[in-house]
């Protein structure tokens, strides 16, 4: 093949006939790809215009699902300073972490954003607060959710390393999902004194992120697996706190279901 259509190629000195078989296939095979390519030289483009392609960017199947649950998970501002997460568990109600509600004064007002690009808030109300557990529920007005997370209301079909997925308002980014992994479940000292069961999902969670949903499937279903605590720590043999890095303790889902009824 290379001595027919490189025939100078090796020190080869014999000039090629025009109308040699030789020649003639060299031109068809520079026609025939002059021809396959787009004008532009972009592929499927045609006329300079670039043909659009299905997504910007790729996205695992089984993370699909997940994105779909981001719409799920709201910004709560408590004031003018200061911000958390939240879950939408009813057409008007966000539950989110009671750290991010009650330790402001009395007459802060409170607001949801849907997204940190958009500008409308909405006004919110606390309708009951769960201090040692960590949990509040507000009220939202002016808005009705059409969708709303599932908690999940029982563990027994939740296994070691299944993948979880944090969702939350970090720092003074817009929405984030990270991934991690479910590790178990602990007896832990909250802040209050008391002994709770936590989830142990390992994630990475910044201020911001608290009253976010840490969210997992399920027989094909996203389910809320629950909320990230912002007053639980593991126990120490001669007390304190351990800290551990992208180790998050998580408010059972089923905890969470009991305190929204």
Do not use: C
């Not at 000195?13 to 060299?26: I, T, W």
């Not at 126990?235 to 180790?247: A, C, T, Y």
């Amino acid at each position: 093949l290379q001595a027919i259509l490189f025939p100078f190629a090796k020190g080869r000195s014999h000039p090629m006939n025009k109308s040699s078989p030789r020649y003639l296939l060299v031109g068809l095979m520079a026609f025939l790809m002059a021809a396959s390519t787009p004008i532009g030289g972009v592929d499927g483009a045609t006329s300079g215009v670039v043909k659009e392609q299905e997504s910007s960017f790729s996205v695992l199947p089984e993370r699909k699902d997940y994105l779909g649950t981001l719409g799920l998970v709201v910004k709560v501002i408590n004031g003018e300073d200061g911000h958390g997460s939240g879950v939408i568990v009813s057409s008007n109600q966000v539950v989110t972490n009671a750290h991010v509600v009650a330790s402001v004064k009395k007459d802060t007002k409170f607001y949801i954003k849907l997204e940190s690009s958009e500008t409308r808030l909405y006004n919110a109300k606390i309708l009951k607060v769960y201090e040692e557990r960590d949990l509040a529920l507000l009220e939202v007005e002016g808005i009705t959710f059409e969708r709303f997370a599932k908690t999940l209301d029982t563990l027994a079909r939740v296994s070691f390393l299944d993948d979880i997925w944090a969702i939350g308002f970090p720092l003074t980014l817009n929405k984030a999902l990270t991934k991690g992994t479910y590790q178990g479940k602990i007896e832990a000292l909250s802040d209050y004194g008391k002994v709770f069961s936590f989830l142990v999902v390992t994630s990475s969670i910044a201020p911001g992120n608290s009253g976010g949903g840490v969210f997992i499937k399920v027989d094909n279903q996203v389910w809320l697996l629950g909320i990230p605590s912002g007053v639980a720590f593991a126990p120490q043999e001669k007390g304190g706190r351990d800290v551990f890095p992208n180790i998050v303790y998580v408010i059972p889902g089923p905890d969470v279901a009991n305190f929204l009824k």
